[in-house]
C-alpha cells in the first residue's frame, strides 16, 4: 500500500480532481437551471433538463480527454473501479486509493460549491443536488440505476477494448450522460455512482435512499463486466483506462496495443500547463 502510494500519489490525486471538478459543474450548473431566482427558471422543466444533460455530458467528455483524466484513466467512480478490480485490470492498493480519492474529492466539490453559492445551492429547487428516488418510489429509482449503470459499464467495455471505436468512447459516455439525466433524472436523480451521491448527501444531509446508490450501480456494472467476460473472454479486457490514445503513464496492466501503452516507470509532469489542460 505504502509503495503505490509512493509511486502513483498522481493518479489519486487526479481521481479526486475529476469527481470534485464533476461535482463543482453539477452544483453551479444546478443553480443555474432550477434555483427560482435564475433567469432561466421560465424555461420549460424539460428543456431545463435536456440543458442539464448536456452541460454534465460535456463535462465527463472534458474530464475524460483532458490530460489529466487522460493520465489516470478518469473512472471518477467508485462502481467503474470496482469493476475493473474484477476484471483484473487494477491492483486491490491503487482500487483502494482509487475509491478513496473519489469519495474525498466528490464531497470537496459540493463543500466548495456551496461556500461559492451559499444558500442558492441550499434552496429546496436545487436541493445540493442530491440524487434521490423520484415520484414513483425506490423500487422503480433502483431498477432504472440498474439499467443506465449496466448500459454505460457494457458501452465502456465493448467500445474501449474495440481497435475500431476505442477512441471514442469518451464521447460515447458523455452522449449517454446527457441522455440519461434529461430523460432517466426524474425517476433516481441518475446517479450510477456511489461517490457521487455520497457528496451530495453528505454535504446537505439527505440521504433518501442512500443505499440504492451505492448497490445498483455496483451491482450492473459488475453485472457487465460478467457479459463482457462470457461473450469475448477475459483477454479482451486492454486496460481500465477510457481514453488510450494519449502518451501518459499507464499504472494498470495495460495490453492496449497502441499509443496509449507507456511504461509504468515514466513520470511526466503532474501539472500541466493551464493552457494545455483541456
Known amino acids: 500500500m505504502l509503495n503505490a502510494l509512493k509511486n502513483h500519489w498522481p493518479e489519486y490525486l487526479i481521481e479526486a480532481w475529476c469527481l470534485f471538478t464533476f461535482m463543482i459543474s453539477a452544483c453551479f450548473f444546478g443553480v443555474l437551471l432550477f434555483h427560482p431566482g435564475s433567469i432561466l427558471v421560465r424555461v420549460p422543466f424539460p428543456l431545463r433538463n ?15 480527454c483532458s490530460p489529466w483524466g487522460k493520465r489516470s484513466g478518469a473512472h471518477f467512480n467508485p462502481a467503474v473501479t470496482l469493476t475493473f478490480l474484477r476484471l483484473g485490470k487494477v491492483r486491490r492498493s491503487d482500487a483502494g486509493f482509487y475509491i478513496v480519492s473519489q469519495f474525498v474529492g466528490g464531497v470537496s466539490g459540493v463543500l466548495f460549491s456551496w461556500l461559492i453559492l451559499g444558500r442558492l445551492l441550499a ?7 442530491v440524487t434521490v428516488p423520484g415520484d414513483y418510489g425506490v423500487t422503480v429509482a433502483f431498477i432504472a440505476e440498474l439499467i443506465i449503470s449496466f448500459s454505460m459499464m457494457a458501452m465502456i467495455l465493448f467500445t474501449s477494448n474495440s481497435a475500431r471505436v476505442s477512441r471514442l468512447t469518451p464521447y460515447f459516455a458523455g452522449l449517454l450522460v446527457a441522455t440519461y439525466i434529461s430523460i432517466e433524472n426524474p425517476l433516481s436523480g441518475m446517479s450510477m455512482n456511489p461517490a457521487r451521491t455520497f457528496a451530495s448527501a453528505a454535504i446537505g444531509n439527505i440521504w433518501t435512499g442512500w ?33 488510450h490514445h494519449n502518451g501518459a503513464r499507464c499504472i494498470f496492466d495495460c495490453k492496449f496495443d497502441g499509443i496509449g501503452t507507456v511504461e509504468v516507470t515514466k513520470r511526466p509532469e503532474l501539472f500541466p500547463t493551464v493552457i494545455g489542460l483541456f
Do not use: Q
Open 123 to 129: 434552496d429546496s429547487a436545487v436541493n445540493f443536488v
Open 50 to 64: 435536456l440543458l442539464m444533460g448536456v452541460a454534465m455530458g460535456s463535462t465527463a467528455i472534458g474530464i475524460i
Open 211 to 243: 443505499w440504492v446508490y451505492f448497490t445498483a450501480p455496483t451491482i450492473a456494472m459488475l453485472g457487465a463486466s460478467e457479459l463482457f467476460v462470457r461473450t469475448r473472454g477475459l483477454k479482451a479486457v486492454l486496460c481500465a483506462k477510457l481514453h
